[in-house]
């Protein structure tokens, strides 16, 4: 997290200054290995299988906090289905409602480093309104399960609304490792953020998590 500001990535030098890091940035190599093991795993079972690249400005192998949603949204991948392109990135610098949210919350309570944004489901499953099954939380916090050794010093996972959190419960805590402190909250969409209480529960949620780095 380095930008100046919110949506950075509506600004296409600054994505493409994002892709060139990809390539510059250690952190951020085994999680792209990961995720090309995961297409080539699956693309027999989904062959248009879409995983966007991890936020290679984020802290990668480093990573301390987990900021667990559901699935990519809109603004994630590069679709011609979509009425703007997307980024191609999980990032709290994509120019939608969501990723604003979670780069002011993150900028207040100083969760500037340490700190990476995934999904329960990593890859794309079409509009914002389409939401995980049960069948797809279960396949995607099986490949979560296989990411987070990558992770060797996350201490917290955020997990952002139900799916994260029933994706989470059900299927990946009963298999990691005790130490890892899961800290439960709303999803971060503006349709939450309009409701009353849910923005202070939101950041007491981020406070907690940015505790955790150091």
Avoid at 62 to 75: C, I, K, S, Y
């Amino acid at each position: 997290m380095f930008l100046p500001s919110p949506r950075g990535l509506r600004d296409p030098d600054r994505v493409t200054e994002r892709l060139n890091m990809l390539d510059a940035e250690a952190t951020v190599q085994p999680l792209r290995e990961w995720s090309q093991e995961v297409v080539h795993r699956r693309a027999r079972r989904q062959p248009d299988i879409l995983i966007p690249h991890f936020d290679p400005a984020e802290s990668g192998v480093d990573t301390q906090v987990l900021v667990l949603m559901e699935a990519p949204g809109p603004m994630t991948v590069v679709d011609e289905q979509n009425k703007r392109p997307g980024s191609g990135f999980i990032s709290i610098d994509n120019s939608d409602g969501t990723a604003e949210n979670c780069w002011r919350l993150r900028d207040e309570v100083g969760l500037v480093t340490g700190a990476l944004h995934w999904n329960i489901v990593p890859w794309y499953l079409g509009p914002a309104s389409r939401k995980p099954s049960a069948q797809e939380l279960g396949q995607g916090a099986l490949e979560l399960r296989s990411l987070l050794p990558l992770l060797p010093q996350l201490r917290v996972v955020l997990t952002c609304g139900l799916h994260a959190q029933n994706g989470w419960r059900q299927h990946v805590a009963p298999f990691v490792k005790t130490d890892i402190t899961v800290v439960d909250t709303w999803h971060p969409s503006p349709l939450a953020m309009k409701q009353p209480g849910k923005r202070d529960a939101l950041k007491r949620a981020f406070e907690r998590a940015a505790s955790f780095t150091g």
